[in-house]
């Protein structure tokens, strides 16, 4: 039951995450490649000051701030890109996140991460702690949900998919397309930072192998399997994703093969985006014609 | 209304607007003519701002609209099509219209929460006048088909339906009759007239003489880059210098 | 003191004639079919480890062999990606391209993962003794690294300058579907990038792995590298691609004088950076243009 908890939990903290990421790639059109930076950026800065003795609930919302601020300045360096020179930008932005985690051993301790990150008293440690951190990320993914529907179903939502279906019809019809990506981009790393706080305040121990390519592939394949430019295929392909990955780990094997068991884990997600591509690039839950 | 004065355009070494000139004035549709490559679009796509000018200004209703960036242009009541239609294709009909509306107070964030009625009134008002436009159009039926599925010809139909929504003060149609069937044209021609009737001013590019002929009190002749003359109809037609422009190429598809 | 930066920038051709091979193919790929492969990176870890396999039982044969059938195999892995994937997908939305190609690459990775595990290895070559040019080494490997990029530069020089395949190359670089309605055979052109792209991969995959070692994320770092010198030498251009490689090659290692060796790729992650902030516009995004 435990364990089952557990899957639940990191199964909302990735459905927070994939529609996050969503925002941004499937309502503004904006294919970031480096969104697992903001996650990143959250964990980290919650992690780091809750560490030094700020209390947890201002830790973060200072997490959420820099995230945000973070996120609006990587748009105003690379929201006059387009299409994949996007992408190519925000995938070495993350990784520059990455190389300055890694390196700024004073602050981040480097590749041996941050261990012993502080939770909420009454959340607890042992293992009853579980309920209550089942019961915040689900409260957590509810809002995030309701938060994102508010602004799909409003006309900003409708102004974002204008900006990704053509850009210069927008700005025919007097939209300032800058402007509303940069929007989607700032709500977009707040709330991957919020996914990257839960990360750290559950899992209580970060480092910056946490934060690589391989979960910007993971998030991604959450938001292209579930279907992009809607609120529910990303959460339901956090579900599914994460739940796919946990599954693959109950198929008895003997020990000696157990070494294969994540290369294959991996061959499958990559598998998967190029099948969705090729079969199915709408996703399982498709945008139009509801 | 709208005045451009001495504007210019290069790209590389090719002048493509040379140093144009006029004032639309009060008049009720205007049309621009000239062979194909004689900077029409081009033209356009500076009024609007798509273009920086190398030189020159541009003014709307007196006020200075060059070097703006497109969309504050739109804001000012300057609305256009484009000469290959651009509806947004995922969207449905009604979406395509509704998008359209300028200024909605539902695409900054904080209202969408601290205004919330406010916004759904704004919407429900925007809905109402995006369905009257469809039913103007002929097009309700469509309304939640995406638009990618509309006809061709249904598209541009589309196309200035959205200009409609914005309630401008000019609109700029680039070739809004290309490749639509002559039904469509005619109803096409009977909503302009009713727009001018309104008193929206229109200036449109367009090759279908008799159509121009008929649509525009006054007519803008370009070539080369160049505005060569400007007047009635009947004075155009009866201009020397237009009839050399189109007939001087071998290559004149117009 | 001055030896020690010569040393530096001669280490700084040796990574950037590989960075170079690296950067050719990828520009090739780009020039012609207007995406970025992300793949291009595994097609140089594959050529690295089908090496190793060949020179390990049952095969067992010396390197210089081994690379034959490794190189082949490279081959035939680009051009099934391209049959399988990409063609498929070259009348869709170019993002989808992109996104499969990222999917393509963690599949390969992964399956070298489970083939030969997520250690470094090596070729086992017998110890690399270093030439000394006036307090300059240089390792026997490096020098055949240099000399097997500049060989395999020059053929392409020619194949692109002397012969009619270059010219049906360049001209569909230019434009594809101008190239296939002036009737330049596309499916030639197509296996001749793939052809061409895989085997500057895995030799530059192979050349890589004997100066230092091999590990399953050697193609993604050698990716990031190589299409910074993409960028640098202007997208499609092959000649822009080889010189951009060398720069970068350089200045990563001269870098190592000033900067911490943990920073050393922040410089090719900068350039990247830099470079697209001033040719803003990519080839997709927005369809067309205005008209």
Request: glycine share 10%.
């Amino acid at each position: 039951m435990d364990y089952l908890y557990h899957i639940l939990v990191l199964a909302m903290i990735f459905s927070i995450f994939a529609m996050s990421l969503n925002l941004e790639l499937g309502f503004a059109g904006l294919y970031n490649f480096g969104h697992i930076a903001f996650f990143a950026i959250g964990a980290y800065t919650s992690a780091l000051l809750s560490l030094n003795g700020v209390p947890i609930p201002l830790a973060v919302v200072a997490a959420l701030v820099v995230a945000g601020v973070i996120g609006a300045i990587l748009a105003r360096f690379t929201l006059g890109l387009t299409g994949d020179y996007f992408g190519i930008a925000t995938l070495v932005f993350a990784e520059m996140v990455q190389l300055l985690l890694l390196n700024e051993r004073d602050i981040t301790r480097g590749p041996m991460g941050l261990p012993g990150i502080p939770r909420p008293a009454w959340i607890g440690s042992g293992p009853e702690s579980l309920v209550w951190f089942l019961l915040v990320a689900g409260m957590g993914t509810a809002i995030v949900f309701l938060l994102l529907q508010r602004l799909a179903n409003a006309p900003f939502g409708r102004a974002l998919k204008v900006v990704r279906e053509d850009e210069f019809v927008a700005q025919a019809l007097g939209k300032d397309t800058t402007r509303l990506k940069t929007k989607a981009m700032v709500v977009g790393s707040v709330l991957a930072g919020f996914a990257g706080v839960l990360w750290a305040h559950y899992i209580t121990y970060i480092s910056p192998a946490d934060f690589t390519l391989n979960e910007t592939i993971f998030v991604l394949l959450c938001v292209v399997v579930g279907g992009k430019g809607t609120n529910l295929g990303p959460l339901l392909g956090g579900f599914a994703i994460v739940f796919f990955g946990e599954f693959v780990r109950f198929i008895p094997i003997p020990s000696e093969f157990s070494r294969f068991v994540a290369p294959l884990q991996g061959m499958i997600y990559g598998g998967l985006l190029i099948v969705m591509m090729l079969k199915r690039p709408q996703g399982l839950i498709s945008e139009s014609r509801r | 209304m709208l005045e451009l004065k001495n504007v210019r355009k290069s790209f590389g070494g090719l002048i493509a607007v040379n140093d144009v000139s006029f004032d639309l004035g009060d008049v009720g549709i205007s049309g621009l003519i000239g062979p194909n490559g004689s900077g029409k679009t081009t033209l356009f796509h500076l009024i609007s701002g798509f273009y920086k000018l190398d030189s020159g200004t541009i003014s709307l209703k007196g006020e200075p609209i060059s070097g703006l960036p497109p969309h504050a242009i739109s804001q000012l009541g300057l609305s256009r099509t484009f000469q290959q239609t651009r509806v947004l294709p995922f969207l449905s009909t009604l979406d395509n219209l509704i998008s359209a509306a300028p200024n909605q107070l539902g695409e900054n964030l904080l209202p969408l929460f601290f205004m919330a009625k406010k916004v759904r009134q704004e919407e429900a008002l925007n809905r109402e006048k995006a369905m009257e436009i469809l039913e103007q159009l002929k097009l309700s039926d469509l309304a939640t088909l995406p638009a990618g599925d509309l006809s061709y010809g249904q598209q541009k139909l589309l196309e200035l339906g959205r200009v409609l929504m914005a309630d401008p003060a000019l609109i700029i149609l680039d070739e809004p009759t290309a490749g639509i069937n002559p039904s469509l044209i005619r109803s096409l021609v009977t909503t302009l007239k009713q727009l001018r009737d309104k008193g929206i001013k229109i200036f449109l590019v367009e090759h279908n003489m008799p159509l121009v002929a008929e649509l525009c009190e006054k007519i803008y002749v370009m070539d080369s880059g160049a505005l060569i003359f400007s007047g009635s109809p009947e004075e155009v037609q009866g201009n020397k210098r237009v009839i050399e422009a189109y007939l001087g190429r071998d290559n004149n598809a117009a | 003191m001055t030896a020690y930066y010569l040393q530096l920038i001669v280490n700084g051709i040796i990574a950037g004639s590989i960075y170079a091979m690296f950067a050719v193919g990828l520009t090739m790929v780009y020039g012609v079919f207007k995406f970025i492969n992300f793949s291009h990176g595994e097609l140089i870890t594959w050529g690295a480890y089908l090496g190793l396999m060949f020179t390990s039982p049952p095969f067992s044969l010396p390197l210089y062999q081994a690379a034959v059938p490794a190189l082949a195999i490279t081959v035939a892995l680009g051009l099934a990606q391209d049959w399988f994937i990409y063609r498929p997908l070259r009348q869709s939305n170019p993002v989808s391209l992109l996104i499969a190609s990222i999917g393509l690459s963690y599949l390969m990775r992964n399956a070298i993962r489970l083939f030969w595990g997520s250690d470094f290895q090596t070729f086992n070559l017998p110890v690399a003794r270093g030439l000394s040019f006036g307090g300059i080494y240089i390792t026997i490997p490096q020098l055949f690294m240099v000399t097997a990029a500049v060989v395999f530069l020059t053929i392409l020089y020619l194949l692109f300058t002397r012969t009619l395949l270059g010219k049906s190359l360049r001209a569909a670089s230019d434009n594809m579907e101008l190239a296939d309605i002036m009737g330049i055979n596309m499916t030639r052109v197509t296996v001749t990038v793939w052809v061409l792209a895989s085997v500057f991969a895995g030799t530059g995959g192979i050349l890589l792995a004997m100066d230092t070692n091999m590990d399953p994320m050697m193609g993604m770092s050698s990716l990031i590298k190589a299409f910074a010198a993409v960028l640098l030498g202007g997208a499609g251009n092959v000649w822009g691609a080889l010189v951009g490689g060398l720069f970068i090659g350089i200045a990563e290692n001269v870098s190592v004088a000033f900067i911490s060796p943990g920073y050393k790729d922040f410089i090719s992650f900068a350039l990247i950076f830099i470079l697209l902030l001033f040719r803003p516009t990519g080839i997709f995004g927005i369809k067309g243009g205005v008209r």
